[in-house]
Nanobody, 127 residues
Framework: EVQLVESGGGSVQAGGSLILSCTFS????????MAWFRQVPGKGREAVAAADADRRTIYGDFVEGRFTISLDNAENTLYLQMDRLNSEDTAMYYC??????????????????????WGQGTQVSVS
């Protein structure tokens, strides 16, 4: 059974940083597309960042250079380095995987419906 487990969320002051991690287990796929989404109560899931099997990346417009997504295939772990956090970044952050997949993120952010695996989420609170 495939599982995605997020960690690294927490509370931080505005201007601070956090690193989110997402460990992928239960199957081995040589090619996959993975992403981070976030959600606040009453709203839909918002695209944060995605990375494809060829290490191309794409970010939501609001990121403005503050976040960095990276995929460590050896550790089966997806990371999201978040810097210069502000209160609007407060949300539940979810990891998602489209696997197996040759999906490219070049020029287009795959929407939530394109992912077949999801984690349970990790809360980020910025005050």
């Amino acid at each position: 059974e495939v599982q995605l487990v997020e960690s690294g969320g927490g509370s931080v002051q505005a201007g601070g940083s956090l690193i989110l991690s997402c460990t992928f287990s239960g199957a081995t796929y040589s090619r996959r597309c993975m992403a981070w989404f976030r959600q606040v109560p009453g709203k839909g899931r918002e695209a944060v960042a995605a990375a494809d099997a060829d290490r191309r990346t794409i970010y939501g417009d609001f990121v403005e250079g503050r976040f960095t997504i990276s995929l460590d295939n050896a550790e089966n772990t997806l990371y999201l380095q978040m810097d210069r956090l502000n209160s609007e970044d407060t949300a539940m952050y979810y990891c998602a995987a489209n696997a197996p997949s040759t999906r490219s993120v070049a020029g287009f952010f795959p929407g939530p419906h394109e992912y077949n695996y999801w984690g349970q989420g990790t809360q980020v609170s910025v005050s």
